[in-house]
C-alpha cells in the first residue's frame, strides 16, 4: 500500500507564492484566513487525512459496502473516520458562519478536498455529497429549509444527496419521470425510481438529505419541467430532530468497479414527504449551481488521485532494483539499479509530476476566482471572476479527471506486475479514477458545456477573461530572455487555440455537429494551453528564487516545466489537426454501418 | 452483459482480400488449409468463443479461483468449457502433426486467439500458456522430452507454464537465484520461488509442464548463467502418465485487478525434479523464442478485448436514447435519438473500431510472414519473413495491448454510469486489459527491445524489409489521384518515421539513454505509420470493390480509412516533436529530487 504524505510545499507554493492567496484575508469575511491559519489547516487536514483516512481505503474497497433490507453499511472504520471527520469540524471549512461553518475560503476547502481524495476517494463521497446540498439549500432553500437543514448539513451530523439519475435518463434529464404531487399541508408527495444516487442510504449520519428533481403535475414537458425538492430520509420534527421515517428507501446497491467503499444506491420513492426548492418548474438551473461546484469537487478528486499515484510510483522507482541504467552502472554496489535511473520510467514519473502540478495550480486559480466572484468588493471584479470560473470549470473537471486516471495507470506501470496485485494499493485508484471521468456530467458532455454555452456566452466575454491576461503575459514575458523557453512555446500554443477557437465560431454557425465534433479536442488544447501558462508563471517564480534557500524545490520546478514544454505541450498540435479537420469523417457513416 | 458475435467478415477480408492467405495452401506442409477449410475452421471458432467462453466471462470475474492447501479450483464453468476445448482438438491447431497436431498456419490460431480473448481472456490464458511450454520443447527440447511432453501440450490434457519471475526480479532476469542442482541420474533438483505464474495450478488438466529458468552451481552471474529446466508436476511413469508428485507446489494465488479466472501463482519448488532443456547456461534464448510467441499472443488479447469493447459500445449506442441529434431529431417518434447519431460518441466508436481493423490487418499480416518463415521453401523468403516478425513483434504486443486497454476504456465511456457497474461486463474488460501492457515484458521494455535490438540488427536490416516495401507502395500509391487521400498523409508520417530513425541511430551511437527516452514516442510512431499503411492497403481493396457485391461493407472501410488519416495519424506529429525533443528533460532531474 503506497504512503500517502500531503505535498505541503507544492500545496504552499501555488497558494501563496503563485496566487497571492494571502490577500484573501482583505476581503470582507475572510479576515481569519491569514497565512498561517491556512497553513496550520492544511497542515491538520493532510495528518487527518494520512492517519485517518489512508489506512482505510485498500480495506474500504476489499470490504465494501453491506446492503440488507434497505440499510447499508460503509466498511469497518468508516463511522469512526467520520466521527473524527465531524469532530474536527472539517464538514463545515467553506460553510456561512451563520449555520456554523468557519467561513474559510472555498480554494482552502479545495486543497484539503485533494488530500481528502488522494487518501480516500470513496470517502470524500460522504462529505462532497453534503456539501453539494448544502450549496444548493443555501442559494434556493426558503428561510426556513435553511434553519432545519443548513446547520445539521454544516456541522456533518446529517448528510446529503443529489437524486437526478433514473434508469433511462443520465445526460438526458428532459426524460425524467420522477412525479410530485402537491399535497394539502404545502408539501408534496415524490414518486419514482432514481439510480446512481452516491451516499443515498449508510450509517454514518442520523439522517440524509435528498435533493430530489422531480415533474409536477403541470409540469411542461422536458428540462423545463423539472423541479428541486427537499426529501429528508427522516421527517424533522418539530425541534428540527429526526422523526418520522420518510418513504425514500434504498432499493439496492450496485456493485461497482472501483470507489467501493462510497455507496452507490437505487433510492425508490413511494409517495415521499417533500418540500419545492427554488421557484415550480427551475429545478434545473438551481440543480446547476450546485453541479458546477459538484463538477470543481470532481476535477478535485481527479487531482488528489493523481497525487496519490505519483508518491505510490516514486517511492517503488526509487526502491525497487532493476537493471543498470544505460550509460552505465549508478549503484554499483547493489544488484541492480533502482528503476528510477531509466529514462522510460523518468517518462512516466515526469508527466504524472508536471501535469500534476500544473494541474494544481490552475485549479487552485479557479477556486480562488471561486472566492473573488462571491466576496470581492467590486462588483466589476466578482463579475470576471464568475465568469472565468464558469469557463474553466468543464476544463478543470475533464482535463483533471482524464490526467487522474492516465496518472493512475502510469502508476500501476511503473510498478509493473505489482501494479496488477490488489494488496499493493495502485491498481484501485485506476479502479476508483474511472468513475471521475464520466459522473456529473461525463468528459465529452463537459467539453459541448465549453464550446456550446461557455465560449458564447456574453458574445465571448467569458473566454477574453482568459485570452486577454493571458495574451499580454505571454507578449511579456516571452520578451524577457530567461523566459524564452518557457513563453516562446506556450505562446506558440496559445495561438493555435486562438486560431481553433476562431475555426470553431465561424465552423460551429455553419453546422452544429461541427462543435460537438470538436468539442473534446478543444477542451484538451485549451487546458493544455491553461497548464503552459501556469507552468510559466511557476517557472518565473522558480528562476526568480534560484539559489536561494530552496534551491533544489525551485529547481526541480524548473526541470518540471522544461519537461512539460517538450514532452507534454506538443500534443498541442496534434489536437490542432485532428480539430480543425473536421467533423465530416465522424458523421459519415450511417448509423446502421456500426 | 455484452453479446460477442465474431467478426468473421472482417477475418475474412484481412486473410484472403488483403493478405492473400490463401495461398497458404500452396507452402509444404499447408495443403490442408485451402479457404474453405480455414472458413469452417474459423466459423466454428467463433461459435466455440460465443456459446461456451462468453458466458462464463463475468461468472468467472465474479468468483475468480479458490484457493485451499496447494490446490487450485477455477471458476465453475471453466472445466467444462475446457473439456470441450480440448474435444474440439483446438489445443493443437497450429501443432506438429508429428505430435498429433493440425499443423494449421500459425495465422489461423491468430483469428482464433483474438476471437477466444474477445470472448474470455482468462479461459485464454491457459491454452495460452500451453502453447509457450509447446514451442519452447519443441525447438530445444530432446527427443525423449518432445515424445513425452509434446504429445500430451497438443492434445491438451497436460498445460504447461513458463517459471521466470521472481519477487525481485521480472524485467531483469539476471537477478534470478533459483537453483538447479545436478543429480546422479542426469535429472536436477529445482529449488526457489517463482511469482506470477500463470496457469501455475489449476484444476483443467491431469498435469501441467513448468518451464523453470534457474541456475547451475557453476553459472556465470548474471544472463549468462541461466538455465532453462523442464519440470513436471507429476513426473511422467514409464507408460508417460502422470506418476509421483513433484516438489512443485502452489503456495498461493494472487488477488488481482483483472483477469481473475486465471489463476496467478506462487510456485515453491523445494528439491523438485526437473531436466535441462537445450544447453547450460542457454536458457534465456531459448526462452526468448518462446517469449516472442507469447508477445504476439498477448497482442491478440490486446486486439480481442479491443473487438469486444466496440461491439458491446455499439450495441448499446444504438440502444440508448439520450438527447436530440445536434442537427435536429432523428428519430421524433422516440423520446430521443440514440445516442450514436452524437459526434462525440461517433469519435470514440471510430476511434476503437479504426485502430482495432488497423490492429488486426497489423497483427494477421505478421501471422502470416511467421508462417513464411517456418514453411516456404526459398530461405531468402524465409530470412526476411523472419526479419519482418522480429521487427514487428514488439510493436505488435505494445500497440495491440495499448489499444486494447484504450478501447476498453472508451466502452466504459460510451456506457457512462452504466460502464462503470459491474453487471454490464464492460468495466472487466478495462481490469482484464489493463495487464496486457505489463506482462512478457512492459509495454516500456517493447520500445527498448525495438530501439536496442531490433533497429541495430543485421546494420538495420530488419527495418529495411519494413521500410523498402511500404516505401515501394506509397510512392506507386499516391501517384494514383483516388488513392491521394490516404497515401499522401501516410507517406507524410513514414517520412517522419524515417527521420525519426535516422535521428535515433544518430543520438543513441553517441549517448544509449537517448536511445532509452524515445523508444516509447519511436515504437508508436512506428505503429501508426504501419497501420496507416494498412489501411491504404484496405482502401485499396475498398475502393476496387466500391459498387460491389458487399457495396455497405466496402464503404464502411473506406469511412474508417478516412477516419483514421484525419483524426488518428496526426499523432504521429507530436511524436515526432517529442522524440527529436531528446532526452535532456528525462534525465535532468535528480533521482533523489523525485
Tied chains: 1, 2.
Excluded at 459522473?439 to 466575454?461: A, F, H, W
Aim: some cysteine; glycine content about 10%; proline content about 5%.
Amino acid at each position: 500500500m503506497p504512503a500517502y504524505k500531503a505535498p505541503l510545499d507544492d500545496i504552499r507554493f501555488v497558494l501563496f507564492d503563485l496566487l497571492k492567496a494571502d490577500s484573501l484575508a482583505d476581503l470582507p469575511g475572510f479576515a481569519d484566513a491569514t497565512p498561517d491559519v491556512v497553513t496550520a489547516i492544511l497542515e491538520a487536514a493532510g495528518e487527518f487525512a494520512a492517519n485517518e483516512l489512508q489506512p482505510i481505503n485498500h480495506s474500504g474497497d476489499e470490504e465494501g459496502c453491506h446492503f440488507d433490507d434497505g440499510a447499508v453499511t460503509t466498511p469497518k472504520g468508516f463511522k469512526e473516520a467520520y466521527a473524527k471527520f465531524v469532530e474536527g469540524g472539517w464538514p463545515g471549512l467553506p460553510c456561512d458562519p451563520e449555520y456554523g461553518g468557519q467561513g474559510l475560503p472555498k480554494v482552502i476547502n479545495f486543497a484539503v478536498e485533494e488530500m481528502i481524495c488522494s487518501a480516500n476517494l470513496s470517502f470524500g463521497m460522504y462529505p462532497g455529497l453534503s456539501n453539494g446540498a448544502y450549496n444548493a439549500l443555501e442559494l434556493h432553500g426558503t428561510a426556513e429549509q435553511k434553519r432545519l437543514y443548513l446547520p445539521k448539513l454544516v456541522s456533518g451530523i446529517w448528510s446529503g444527496t443529489m437524486c437526478l439519475t433514473e434508469p433511462h435518463c443520465g445526460t438526458d434529464l428532459g426524460l425524467i419521470k420522477t412525479k410530485a404531487e402537491p399535497a394539502a399541508d404545502g408539501s408534496y408527495k415524490i414518486t419514482g425510481t432514481k439510480i446512481f444516487i452516491s451516499a443515498g442510504e449508510h450509517d454514518l449520519t442520523e439522517n440524509i438529505v435528498h435533493l430530489v428533481l422531480a415533474r409536477l403535475p403541470d409540469a411542461p414537458a422536458g428540462i423545463r419541467g423539472i423541479s428541486l425538492f427537499v426529501c429528508p430520509k427522516f421527517l424533522p420534527d418539530t425541534a428540527g430532530n429526526p422523526g418520522q421515517r420518510n418513504a425514500a428507501k434504498c432499493g439496492s446497491i450496485e456493485h461497482k468497479m472501483g470507489i467501493k467503499a462510497s455507496a452507490t444506491c437505487v433510492m425508490n420513492f413511494d409517495g415521499a414527504t417533500a418540500w419545492l426548492v427554488g421557484k415550480p418548474h427551475k429545478g434545473m438551473s438551481a440543480m446547476f449551481t450546485m453541479m458546477n461546484a459538484a463538477r470543481l469537487a470532481v476535477g478535485m478528486q481527479g487531482l488528489g488521485i493523481a497525487e496519490a499515484a505519483y508518491q505510490g510510483a516514486v517511492a517503488y522507482a526509487k526502491d525497487r532494483l532493476q537493471m543498470r541504467a544505460l550509460s552505465g552502472a549508478k549503484f554499483p554496489d547493489k544488484p541492480a539499479d533502482p528503476i528510477v535511473v531509466h529514462p522510460d520510467v523518468r517518462r512516466m514519473l515526469l508527466t504524472m509530476r508536471a501535469l500534476t502540478e500544473g494541474c494544481r495550480a490552475l485549479s487552485y486559480w479557479v477556486g480562488l476566482e471561486l472566492d473573488i466572484s462571491k466576496h470581492h468588493p467590486d462588483e466589476a471584479r466578482r463579475q470576471e471572476a464568475d465568469d472565468l470560473v464558469a469557463l474553466l470549470t468543464p476544463i478543470v473537471k475533464a482535463f483533471l479527471t482524464d490526467h487522474g486516471f492516465l496518472a493512475a495507470n502510469l502508476g500501476v506501470q511503473v510498478f509493473g506486475g505489482h501494479g496488477f496485485i490488489r494488496e499493493w494499493g495502485m491498481e484501485q485508484l485506476v479502479r476508483d479514477a474511472r468513475i471521475t471521468q464520466i459522473y456529473e456530467g461525463t468528459n465529452g458532455i463537459q467539453g459541448l458545456d465549453l464550446v456550446g454555452r461557455k465560449l458564447s456566452q456574453g458574445m465571448g466575454r467569458l473566454l477574453r477573461r482568459f485570452f486577454h491576461p493571458v495574451s499580454a503575459y505571454l507578449e511579456a514575458a516571452s520578451a524577457r530572455p530567461e523566459m524564452q523557453e518557457f513563453a516562446l512555446p506556450t505562446l506558440k500554443a496559445f495561438a493555435k487555440l486562438q486560431q481553433a477557437t476562431a475555426w470553431l465560431a465561424q465552423q460551429g454557425l455553419k453546422n452544429p455537429e461541427e462543435a460537438g465534433a470538436a468539442a473534446t479536442d478543444y477542451l484538451r488544447l485549451f487546458a493544455l494551453v491553461a497548464l503552459a501558462y501556469m507552468w510559466c508563471r511557476m517557472a518565473e517564480l522558480a528562476l526568480q528564487n534560484q539559489g536561494g534557500d530552496h534551491a533544489a524545490f525551485h529547481e526541480s520546478k524548473l526541470a518540471c516545466a522544461r519537461f512539460f514544454m517538450v514532452k507534454l505541450l506538443p500534443e498541442t498540435n496534434t489536437l490542432f489537426a485532428t480539430l480543425t479537420a473536421g467533423g465530416q469523417t465522424l458523421m459519415a457513416l450511417p448509423a446502421e454501418a456500426f
